[in-house]
């Protein structure tokens, strides 16, 4: 059973190294913008949250039965939109008469193409209660409580008070 724990974890930890992989690679995913304006929450979960969501639901469970509700909690968990903008801006262009020699200027309208990047992260433990009927929440937490029935620590995976995922300062927020 421990193993089957880390194997999903290791799962989940995989998805979440493609999802910054992504984050980070946007700009040549996306390339062709002006700007690209971030608005990332950190990624990263709670790893004994996620065993007991799988745990609840599944009872004992292997990386592979396990890999639906993975995809489904990583769904909800993480949000990634992209919204593009364009706004019109001006630029002064310059002509001298050659007779006399007299220089004008005249607003000329362009368009400027920004990409907002937002990624909202919604812990699994906010997600529980809505995603599990009010008996299988009260085993969940259980499972919470006694970290699964083991007693032992899930390492595995991220974890986002480590502080991996894209730092806060490079992007806001």
């Known amino acids: 059973m421990a193993q089957d724990m880390l194997g999903a974890?290791?799962?989940?930890?995989?998805k979440e190294a493609e999802l910054q992989a992504e984050l980070d690679n946007m700009e040549s995913l996306h390339p062709g913008y002006d700007e690209y304006r971030y608005n990332l929450d950190p990624i990263g979960h709670n790893p004994h949250e996620?065993?007991?969501?799988?745990?609840?639901?599944l009872h004992e469970h292997t990386p592979l039965s396990a890999a639906a509700q993975l995809q489904?909690?990583?769904?909800?968990?993480?949000v990634l939109t992209l919204t593009?903008?364009?706004?019109?801006?001006?630029?002064?262009?310059?002509?001298?008469?050659?007779a006399t020699g007299k220089t004008t200027g005249k607003e000329v309208p362009y368009e400027y193409y920004i990409l907002h990047v937002e990624?909202?992260?919604?812990?699994?433990?906010?997600?529980?209660?809505?995603?599990?009927?009010?008996?299988?929440y009260e085993m969940y937490q259980v499972y919470i409580a006694t970290k699964n029935g083991t007693g032992w620590t899930i390492t595995a995976g991220y974890s986002p008070a480590a502080g991996t995922g894209i730092p806060r300062s490079r992007y806001g927020r």
């Open 84 to 98: 593009e903008e364009v706004e019109i801006r001006y630029l002064t262009e310059t002509s001298t008469d050659p």
């Open 50 to 57: 996620l065993a007991a969501y799988l745990s609840t639901l």
């Open 9 to 14: 974890e290791a799962d989940y930890a995989a």
């Open 72 to 78: 489904r909690v990583f769904d909800l968990q993480y």
């Open 119 to 136: 990624l909202v992260n919604t812990q699994i433990a906010a997600l529980a209660p809505e995603l599990l009927t009010p008996d299988e």
